[in-house]
């Protein structure tokens, strides 16, 4: 059917705010999000990470009866979905005051879910021969899909996709398919994320993904410099309100955005490391912007995967070179991940919100900490400094993730 799909609302939670202002306000500020975390012992290397500060405060008002059952993505999940639904329809109102119930979905992914909780009440169990009673709730990757449906009775199509880093583009991506295809009036999708146990960070670390760095943050994570070593593992959550175009103007909705193309393509090719042949990354971006009747030159930034670990980048520079040809070395680009850290299952769907807030500021976030740049990643990382952009009106956002997922999203600002 085509219908046109929109942007009215989002939310998001993460170590650099509570919000999507305050999340914006800190990077235009040049502020990062992680800083040094030790571990109890030596078994974890890894020395900078990109957690929230605990506040129980920050989830009044939340249904407690469900928040009791959720493990800290799922909760993070809840607070993100009730910004972009109040951003979307309005302080004080109900989504069901506008939309019918099985009329509103819900996809949120997550790259592990809530098997820090698996961890935490098997060690209760382990050492009392009791844990709580919300164990087997806790530990499914669906709780906070469940959660938000709950809250909110939303009937609508539900899904929870799991697709490690590529996880929150691919949720806003299949929303997006199923708003297009008139199956759905409106949709929140998005990631949320929170690994902070130690036995699961341990897991991470031994496999060399996260950043080697011991000392500064600057070097924690350093996209496409030569001095990267891994990324900083973050924790948080990105939730967006997506509705079809007809539906949001006929209840007079503020329009953020528009999404206009979106491709996921597979590596099949190892557990870990990017296909050596860039196959899939290429076609994701070509068919994306074939989706959205787009050429290369006509993308005024591109939001990257940009992790700071030495097989990615270099791996994405090339793969974006493949796909835009000349063009892609007069395309401002950027890593946000210079600031967040790696929010894994929650990455993309934030990195949409800031591609939004770069289209509606029309301010191109800077990569930091780019100060010796690898001679192999040759394209306008934006290093070090924001900048400022005429007339922008289209974004890419690139989402990769371990396990092959190669997803690429197009937004645009709304045009009639």
């Not at 799991?162 to 806003?172: E, I, Q, Y």
């Not at 939001?303 to 791996?315: E, M, Q």
């Not at 890593?335 to 934030?350: D, P, R, V, W």
């Amino acid at each position: 059917m085509n219908k046109r799909v929109v942007v009215t609302g989002y939310g998001a939670i993460s170590s650099l705010g509570e919000n999507v202002q305050e999340i914006w306000d800190a990077i235009m500020a040049y502020q990062i999000g992680y800083q040094r975390f030790d571990f109890p012992n030596d078994s974890v290397n890894a020395k900078f990470f990109g957690y929230i500060e605990a506040d129980r405060k920050r989830f009044k008002g939340l249904p407690k009866s469900i928040m009791k059952m959720s493990p800290d993505f799922s909760k993070y999940a809840v607070l993100a979905s009730k910004q972009a639904l109040t951003m979307a329809f309005g302080v004080g109102n109900q989504p069901n005051d506008f939309v019918d119930p099985f009329d509103f979905g819900v996809i949120i992914g997550t790259g592990w879910g809530g098997v820090d909780n698996v961890n935490y009440n098997n060690n209760d169990f382990r050492d009392a021969g009791i844990a709580t009673s919300f164990s087997t709730l806790m530990s499914m990757n669906s709780v906070a899909t469940a959660a938000v449906s709950l809250t909110w009775n939303l009937r609508g199509y539900q899904n929870t996709p799991v697709a490690a880093c590529a996880t929150g583009t691919m949720a806003l991506g299949d929303a997006y398919e199923i708003i297009k295809s008139g199956r759905q009036k409106v949709m929140l999708a998005g990631g949320s994320e929170s690994l902070k146990e130690h036995f699961n960070v341990w897991s991470i670390d031994v496999i060399q993904a996260l950043s080697k760095e011991q000392e500064s943050a600057e070097t924690a994570c350093c996209p496409f410099d030569k001095r990267r070593s891994g990324f900083v593992l973050s924790e948080g959550a990105a939730i967006l309100c997506l509705e079809e175009l007809e539906h949001a103007q006929a209840r007079n909705a503020t329009i953020l955005g528009e999404i206009t193309g979106y491709s996921n393509f597979s590596d099949a090719y190892d557990m870990t490391a990017p296909a050596e042949d860039m196959g899939a990354r290429v076609k994701s971006i070509e068919v994306a912007l074939n989706e959205a009747n787009l050429t290369p030159g006509q993308i005024d930034y591109v939001n990257l995967h940009g992790t700071s670990t030495p097989l990615n980048d270099k791996n994405e520079t090339e793969s974006i070179k493949k796909a835009l040809g000349n063009a892609a070395y007069d395309i401002p680009m950027s890593s946000t991940k210079s600031y967040s850290g790696h929010l894994i299952g929650a990455a993309g769907s934030f990195e949409a919100i800031l591609c939004l807030k770069a289209l509606q500021t029309g301010t191109i976030p800077a990569t930091v900490h780019l100060n010796q740049p690898d001679p192999e990643c040759d394209l306008d990382y934006t290093p070090n400094k924001h900048r400022q952009v005429d007339n922008m009106q289209r974004a890419l956002n690139l989402s990769f993730g371990f396990g092959g997922a190669n997803c690429a999203l197009i937004l645009e600002k709304f045009n009639q």
